[in-house]
């Protein structure tokens, strides 16, 4: 367990379903429109897929 909380791609999909979820809510806003806002959060879930998915204990296979 000591591990996965020391993984940076742990750390990187927190912060990004942080993001993303601040984003969904409207708290934080690109300024950039709708399209460019759900392209964010898009981004921001294939970070979190991709840290869910990782397995930092077994650095041969992902």
Do not use: Y
């Not at 809510?25 to 879930?45: K, P, R, W, Y």
């Amino acid at each position: 367990m000591q591990s996965r909380l020391l993984s940076k791609v742990t750390w990187i999909a927190v912060s990004a379903q942080v993001v993303s979820l601040l984003v969904i809510l409207g708290v934080m806003d690109t300024g950039a429109g709708d399209a460019v806002n759900a392209l964010v959060v898009a981004l921001c879930e294939c970070l979190t897929a991709f840290g869910v998915l990782n397995n930092p204990t077994d650095k041969n296979n992902f």
